[in-house]
């Protein structure tokens, strides 16, 4: 396995097209914009390192038998299954943000289901295929991204029948020795952090879609691939000097979109082609493992309890009732989140392929709750919070000759802690509820691994309302 | 294992003490009102009695090696407090109520971690005790009553100081061969359903209050020993001639105050005697498996969203959209708990007895959502319903000569249904959200192991605020 | 204006047809399960007899400038349409139920703008016919039923095109003196205690349901009307000697079936007859004024947390911070339903006929808000009534000479109390969460005067999207 | 009456003592980030010069009988107050933001009600000064900062017990021509764009505060005010050329902290000098006026709702069902806070000034919502705009002859609009809910005009308990 620096000097090689602001970036490791995210990446070797967490974040390789980190793992049991869900709470608490590399954790595992059944109806060769690849990637402990997301243009039209073909992404060349694609990803959580992307469709497909149906891996340096930096709130804080104002120190998490402008991909690289009756399958798969994964957001939901508890102790508030309450309550959300994640992963089921599936019905149900609880748990923090923390002046302020003492004299509280710590913390709950970190937090809770309409697609599709209807017609006397 | 029909059998040689109406019950087994909640038990004898039910509803003793009923068992793993979460799901959707049982589940439980750890703080033999108790209760597959809830009279004073020393159940003698208690258990659900009370003290108590200390088992027909059964909304339509107007055509649940009027308890039947520092983690450990054990309102929101659904469909209203999405989020909703009995099973941990406990923190976060959902649900229940399951005419009325013919012209809705039908399944909705199963899927639910309050205290305290804090100090900067 | 004596004796002269549990019911009256809902309507004639709240109950006539019952009235300012949120808060706080006589007000109301709209357009004179009937109204002091919903049948299809032509009340007959009609009316509430019922359609209407586009007027007891009585949750309890467990004391509603079985009406009494155009209108109008109704739901709300607040002082609990908060909440709740009557009211506007109609937008943004806050406030009072008011035993085992002591023993809680009177409250939150109140204030908040899904058909409609979109684009810099 | 010209002009003739980013700002009007919240004040001058708005942006005033800006009028009815709430609406409507003024037109309403009621108690002449004040500032058409809230420093002591005792702002010198004062007030809104600022006290305070109980008017630029800017979240794309990104093109919001270094004040100028007993009188009507005040966010909210239909055409889902059923809901929330609003403007009551008070009791209610609503309302705006709103790269990119093809290749979504616009209309979202006008929209309606909980004291104490006691008791039947 990598350590942390490993990691960051194996990015130091590629050789990312990446623009941000108009302009192509020369260092995007060194890029301060970009930093933070790899920061938080880096974190997920960093953990892989420390004893105390070998449990959550290694796992014994089932192709090796060799030690991995658990982002490059196949779900074995649903023992796997759990501990992943922890591991991502875990890595959400200690980085405060997105770390970006569960999407393609998720992506492996449910490639590893599709590539076997899809041999096991064609009799093709896709999983040993899959396999080789696995162990690539487990071998160099690698960062992959998991691309699924295309624009999709119009939404009421499929892919076929978009003014543009190159909405969804597709195949426009099939050779010997690959095939070119041409399109885009869009909203790619770590896009730059990653050594690998491994591009999957992003919806159902019929016959006529047939082109669109593929999944691959390359190299996130493959000629021909662009990265087009997405902005966030505040983002520039982080090139501002000082290092309250940016609230989060070291870690935060990024957007690009992806560009695919006639990319080459050798077969072996190749894991669905044109068996469209198949992408339904590989997107809810991977949908279900991702929405587990949305029990980062626990542990940046920890983070924010803990940044409004502290906020409320530099208030001298922290013993009033209605404040306790408000804590109470966004535990009580918080830790409601953490079931839904722990429940499905709990119950898991082995599929055909040996590799172990979340509950879908259970997964689908953690991330609808996902799209509603942090918008309320950061309500609370910003009550908790007090307006200060929007109307509160600039680090450049604090430090000024003319005024850094009337701010330190008007904005002391309790004299448990100093105006600069009051500051930080509320800068944190700031950065969670307002600023860098909402996007991960709110807005991507809203939108990733599927916006709440498709979860309540899949609730209605998965529950069983035969049998409750059944039960309830024959409690009542019933007889049709 | 008894069969269903043993264990009414074993019900009729009882000599119970129940007063109902202001009168004696003469036969407790057959009175119309009592009889609904007495088929709510003997459900979890039937369904034992079931190939495909045998998984979740038996299990192998760990005493005896036998295969008995779940409810009898010690949890030896996680997988059996899982099983256990799956079974109550099960019988609330089969019953559409409360069918009693779990209570008794849940003290034994609970006693064999508390005796085991008495005995190794003191070198005393409580839990040799429990131990031949409970072979005696497998054995036998008996029914057991847990009681706890004392009547508590003014809720701001302890035990020992309320003007009625009473108010909370004691020890008012000593003998040789046993002790003599006084006092009551208020809200006792399936009471006269049981073979046995097993009764435990109801709060953390103190040196003071160590005459209230105890606890101890009995035959549910002990000398001294009177009921007073508790009346629930609707409950006189059991005595109506007809079946629809009941909703519910066979279940029910019931609840009753438990006088002791200075009843003897021999030794081997104490569990606890006055060794008040274990009061609070008896009551504790009861509480978290009994809101774990709330994963049977599930069932009763699988039988009430069914009800729903249909009710839809006979009002030929089913693929209106806001319909299907109320659906599903009944659903949704309904799940979100599931999850929360899940997740504190699956995170649960061996006690030094070698008895499994839920994870406290989840059972009590499960808890709170049951304090909440179910009322959400019962809401959109009676959304889809229709104003018609409230002015609905009684069933004399359909059946009149005179104006039956009317209602049947008059409540004809879509074509699929019969109007009877139809009155059917809005009654059930009725008997769930406003009738004698309300009771239990909503007030219950509120407060039934422990009121919301509670749950929010066990949070609060179970929480790890100082991980928390660390986290965000580091995140944002903060040394101090 | 009648005196409640003389409206009682004027219902005794009626010769109503009305079934309840499948019999004829002989004196209407007096039967104990109507009777409440009897005094209640009573309750509207006896404050207006009071100097205290003669300025709400009583007004002006715009047509004999005499002194009327306000539920005669026909508005003339928005200080009338003020007045009347404040009498319905005021009545329902005095009855704590439904008082049953606001919908023939808006009936009233909503025919003095039709009538005049029709004449308008065709020369008919509807609105004079109509001003004749109302002065009647208004002179004998009447209570009017409002009748508006049709049974409906399969509600994907119009009026017409119903398997029975009779599932929408129609004229089937015109003759030179009149027309008849059959059909039936559901749902309606008060209808026994009314001396006139005045019809309307249900839905808006094209030409071909011509047939159906019918409104008048006729003396509950004509020639061809039945009642069939609805049963609601706990009805029979008024059948029980004693009178804790029924909760309220005096007061009730109800809803009954009413059939037309081919009733002649004369053209004095007909306000709309064919012009179908007019029935979205007629509805429409109706429903905004009945959904300003609803502040009685808030007069309910403020008994509810009144006998929240008792039931908390009786338990000794009152001070504790989250039942504070708890009642805080639920008058935040009630009040905000009382912000919407009143801002529809003060937002009314002069129609040509002179009449003053509610803001039909915040009307129905109102009626929304009952949907949903009353169950909320009903959760909140169950939360602080504790699980007692669920399992507390019948008023004759208090009264029992075997256990009536142990009751009085053990449900001791505050010294401030008598366990009779603790009783008499939970008994009361009973009733209107559970009970025959819960109707009035649970179901009948959601589906009275429309479901709530009518009223979010309302609101798209109603708000400006184009002003919003327009302001929209501008602030962003769109030119398109 | 000023134009907005006019306005402008008179900033400039300011001689302000501003630091943002720890330097002094040279030239206030101009700087780019200040200056999009003085066109937000502007507005308010503006459109009092538009015939269409005439009726709610002006008035006649009751001391001159000259037409005035609305925002320097004392409420004389009811009238008055509805249109306060409709003018409110309707500019933040058109500014998408805070635009500052309504804070000192509440201010001098306020105290045109206690300088009243103190002469009648002392016999002093405060209200005879407050009116000549009011004079002038209705003659100039100032706008004026009202100025309440003190740092407070630790909130569990009062003012002259902090350790500091400048942390509520007090006189430290009485002369003969006026006094002095020191002390800072916070969060104040607009205070930038203010030519006066009017100090308040911030709570009810004892005798011994009775240094901290001073009210009084001073010019902004008056010798010894400092102002220190606070900063927001995305304030400086405020900085970047182009224009897209800024989300509203023009108007924004702005808090400062405002230190008084020993500032004096002449006489005339002091409205409460001491009399401690009516310091808590002047907040709380100050802030009951401030709470309806907030109906500004009802504009707001209507951008953002045209905002979000406006998204989902330009994705093409508005007809889809869920995206429908969210508009509707968005409005429906925000028209219930407009009837908060309006509700305690309608019920607001002459006080012995003759000035109209709103309803004290409905205002908190009003301004209860106002903390939760809009961030319900923000999170169904993001839940329609999508992810894009997030990941959405810089304009810089769409301009880049490198990248900007591809931007507008790939977010070309429906045919209906160009990506620009796509790209300007989830900017105004992102500005709203993550970006500067989030401040102003969540966290300002969060904490504005008092915290959550200082309404919820409010309507504790505003209810009548004991009427709605005393009410339960009677019909429940409780003779005590």
Redesign the interface.
């Known amino acids: 396995m990598k350590t942390g620096i490993e990691y960051e000097d194996s990015l130091r090689k590629l050789n990312l097209q990446v ?6 970036v020369a260092n995007v490791v060194d890029d301060p914009i970009i930093r933070p995210s790899m920061n938080a990446v880096k974190l997920t070797y960093e953990l892989a390192e420390k004893p105390e967490y070998e449990d959550l974040m290694t796992v014994t390789s089932h192709l090796t038998g060799k030690k991995i980190n658990r982002f490059t793992h196949i779900h074995q049991t649903t023992e796997d299954l ?1 501990k992943k869900t922890k591991m991502e709470r875990l890595l959400g ?4 943000c997105c770390f970006q590399r569960c999407v393609g954790m998720d992506a492996l595992n449910a490639l590893s289901i599709t590539t076997y059944n899809i041999d096991k109806k064609y009799g093709s060769d896709y999983n040993s295929r899959f396999l080789r690849y696995l162990e690539y990637v487990q071998e160099e402990d690698l960062v992959c991204d998991g691309a699924m ?1 295309d ?6 039209l499929p892919p076929h029948q978009q ?2 073909p ?2 969804f992404l597709r195949v426009v060349e099939e050779r010997e020795d690959g095939m070119v694609v041409r399109g ?1 990803k ?2 790619q959580t770590g896009a730059l952090n990653s050594h690998e992307i491994i591009v999957m469709p992003t919806i159902s497909m019929g016959e006529k879609d047939k082109d669109y149906a593929v999944s691959f891996a390359l190299p996130s340096d493959a000629q021909g691939i ?1 990265y ?7 983002d ?2 982080k090139l501002e000097k000082g ?3 940016r ?5 935060g998490g990024h ?3 992806v ?1 695919f402008d006639d990319v080459f991909v050798p077969w072996d690289r190749v894991f669905l082609f044109k068996e469209f009756e198949f992408a339904g399958e590989l997107v809810e798969n991977f949908a279900s493992y991702h929405r587990q994964s949305y029990a980062c957001k626990v542990g940046v939901g ?6 409004s ?2 906020a409320a102790e530099y ?3 922290h013993k009033v ?2 404040i ?2 408000k ?2 309550e966004m ?2 959300l918080n ?2 989140l ?3 994640s ?6 898991g089921s082995r599929q055909p392929s040996g590799t172990y599936l979340v509950n879908t ?2 997964a689908n ?2 991330k ?2 996902v ?2 609880f942090p ?2 748990i950061a ?1 609370l923090a ?2 908790i919070a ?9 680090e ?2 604090f ?2 000759p ?2 850094g003492h ?2 330190r ?7 448990s802690a100093s105006v600069e ?1 009051r500051m ?2 509320l ?2 709950i ?2 969670i509820t ?2 860098t970190a ?2 991960g937090y ?3 809770s ?3 691994a599927g ?3 498709a979860q ?1 697609i899949m ?2 599709r998965q ?1 069983n ?1 035969d ?7 024959h ?4 007889v ?1």
């Open positions: 623009f941000l602001f108009g302009k192509k759990v608490a200690k980085s405060g997301t624009p999709k243009g119009d939404r009421s003014a543009d190159d909405l885009a869009a909203h662009t087009i930096y997405g902005r966030q709130s505040c520039t804080r290092t309250i104002d609230g989060n120190q070291c870690y957007e690009a979109l560009v920890d983070v924010l309890i803990g940044a508890q502290v208030n001298g508030v009732s209605h306790k309450d804590i109470i535990n009580h830790e409601t953490f079931c839904g722990l429940a499905c992963a709990c119950e019905l259970l149900v953690c609808q709750n799209t509603r918008y309320e309500r910003q009550d007090g307006g200060l923390m929007v109307t509160m002046p600039a450049d302020d430090n000024s003319d005024v009337w701010l004299k008007y904005y002391a509280a309790s004299s710590n930080r913390i800068r944190l700031e950065n307002l600023g909402a996007v709110l807005t991507e809203m939108h990733g916006s709440p309409q309540r609730i209605a529950v309302m049998e409750k209807k059944k039960t309830a017609k409690l009542c006397g019933i049709e």
